[in-house]
């Protein structure tokens, strides 16, 4: 892959998952504060990404209590954003390994956390892409913040 367009698309990347994260620490604050002024930077905005969405899927099971279908909805999309975790971490914290003389070849992220897998330790994983897989997460992530998006705008009157 072409180094530009390759880091073109890890900037793209990074401003969705930032996106992303900033959309779900406004939902919670949201949901717990009705837009408190003192909750929102003292503690929802330090949390990890595993523990805000532990914390949103918690209060809107107590708050949405009676809106099963904008719960049900909320569930759906805080766990396809659970399952990005991984690969978020991974793109975050990752070992590029960058081919610079091969402009068609896909790049190789490595990830040195110990693992127990098929009955034997692996200190190593290897996850490839390509611009294809690349632009296909960045879709994902859009898709995922448009749906936070529009759940806030339900939230809202609902809390008002």
């Known amino acids: 892959m072409q180094k530009d367009r390759l880091f073109a698309r890890i900037g793209e990347l990074t401003v969705q998952f930032a996106t992303l994260e900033h959309q779900l620490q406004s939902l919670l604050e949201l949901l717990i504060a009705e837009n408190n002024q003192v909750i929102g930077p003292f503690l929802i905005h330090e949390l990890n990404l595993a523990v805000l969405l532990r914390k949103i899927r918690h209060i809107a099971r107590f708050k949405l209590e ?6 049900e909805h909320l569930e759906g999309t805080l766990k ?11 793109l975050m914290h990752g070992n590029w390994q960058i081919d610079e003389n091969c402009t068609s070849c896909p790049v190789h992220v490595r990830d040195f956390k110990m693992r127990y897998e098929d009955g034997q330790w692996q200190d190593l994983t ?6 294809k897989k690349l632009t296909h997460l960045i ?4 898709g ?3 749906d936070i998006q529009h759940l806030t705008h339900r939230l809202r009157p609902a809390s008002a």
């Open 80 to 90: 396809r954003i659970d399952a990005t975790r991984d690969l978020r971490n991974l």
């Open 144 to 146: 995922m913040s448009h």
């Open 66 to 71: 009676n809106d099963g279908a904008l719960l």
């Open 126 to 131: 290897e996850t490839t892409f390509n611009e």
């Open 139 to 142: 879709r994902r992530l859009q």
